[in-house]
């Protein structure tokens, strides 16, 4: 899976062409074309194992014709990788060793052979010294494992880079790392983490193997918002010139961010519905669409309450431009999650906000640990007069 600069790696691509094969939105005419473009990646990759697989599941049809050409490409492919192992191994360095091995690594990772994968990299990391290298080889893995979604594999191959750094290792792929880490928080839901670990790399990406740096920005403002408070919002996304750059490309992401910003509600809205069809298509957020959708809703109504003692309905519909109806089921589910500080007042038609004083509940929270202090000087005292 070793790409250029700038360019995604083709497995990934492939994956996410694969997710989109599988999905129930994705229009029958478009999945036509993806099977094509599916089937002619894995034919020119000679991908054997994972053909197998796709056919076992009914996404390709089985031609045992081409799987025994591949599997015959294959041998012949391995036959010369292991003669130049053997070769570098009587005849030449160490380093033509490592080199030698890990060509054998790439090449299990470019026909999708997950296991003999893994393994072959572990060979090459015994023959690799340097740091940097076998920070190389975990990114591998990490790519192996954002292909086949595999968390347990991502999530230790983490772990392995960050006691790497602890002996050494170079900034830049010290900052790759957080990007990989970034996007690993946020494929499994935790979007703060993922907001701060992408804002950190806005400046120094470099990791153009995993996803372009427009689909990077789309990312950071997807978690930044659900993630930051308004002041920080501002600072680090809503005047950061590196998004500002990039913003404008990607469809309804711009009016998204500054809609709410500038309380635009009835904006924000329409932005919202847009960006929706391209969060529900994500590999990566696709999962936690309905998640996402609820945090969204969650800080706009919160943000548009902040500002009332309270309000009516309609006017709270108004601003938002549904009906009345509407967002009183919106606000009722929300109320009766926990997830908004009001009440409704069915009958004036108003809402009544009862946001928690931060203040009053540290003083009632003080004067209980007061009461609770004396009584337990009080019993002490008891047990000394005795």
């Known amino acids: ?14 994956a996410n062409k694969l997710f989109l094969l599988t999905h129930p939105d994705v229009a029958d005419i478009e999945k036509v074309r993806l099977r094509q473009e599916v089937l002619d990646s894995v034919m020119a990759d000679d991908m054997a194992p994972l053909y197998e697989t796709l056919a076992s599941n009914s996404v390709l049809d089985l031609d045992q014709t081409v799987l025994a050409s591949m ?16 070769d570098a191994e009587e005849n030449l360095g160490e380093s033509e060793v490592r080199e ?23 060979v090459t990391e015994s023959k690799t010294v340097a740091v940097g290298q076998k920070m190389d080889l975990v990114f591998y ?26 002996e050494g290792g170079d900034w830049e792929r010290k900052n790759r790392l957080k990007v990989y880490e970034g996007l690993y928080f946020m494929s499994t839901r935790n979007f703060k983490q993922a907001t701060d670990l992408f804002l950190d790399s806005i400046s120094t990406f470099t990791t153009y193997e995993i996803f372009p740096y ?31 750059t990039v913003i404008g490309k990607i469809p309804h992401l711009s009016e998204f961010l500054n809609s709410l910003y500038d309380c635009q509600y009835k904006s924000f809205f329409s932005a919202f519905a847009g960006l929706t069809e391209q969060i529900k298509l994500d590999r990566y957020l696709h999962p936690h669409f309905r998640y996402y959708m609820r945090e969204v809703r969650t800080v706009v109504y919160s943000q548009f309450l902040e500002s009332y003692k309270s309000v009516t309905i309609e006017a709270m519909a108004k601003a938002f431009g549904v009906t009345v109806e509407f967002i009183d089921l919106e606000l009722s589910r929300f109320i009766a999650a926990g997830k908004l500080h009001c009440k409704i007042d069915k009958v004036a038609g108003v809402l009544e906000t009862n946001r928690p004083d931060a203040k009053n509940a540290l003083y009632q929270a003080t004067i209980k640990q007061g009461d609770f202090l004396l009584n337990r000087i009080q019993k002490l005292s008891r047990v000394i007069d005795l």
């Open 214 to 244: 427009d689909t990077f920005i789309f990312y950071t403002v997807l978690t930044s918002i659900i993630s930051l408070d308004r002041v920080s919002l501002k600072q680090k996304v809503v005047d950061a010139p590196e998004i500002l």
């Open 100 to 122: 030698a091995h890990l060509a054998k690594s790439l090449f299990y990772i470019r026909i999708a052979d997950k296991e003999k994968a893994l393994e072959q990299l572990k």
């Open 141 to 166: 893995t990490l790519q192996l494992g954002f292909f086949y979604m595999d968390f347990d594999l991502i999530s230790k191959s983490i772990e392995k880079a960050k006691k790497l750094f602890e």
């Open 1 to 14: 899976m070793e790409g250029q600069e700038g360019s995604q790696q083709p497995q990934l691509i492939l």
């Open 71 to 86: 599997r015959a490409k294959i041998d012949e492919q391995l036959k010369t990788l292991d003669e130049k192992i053997a």
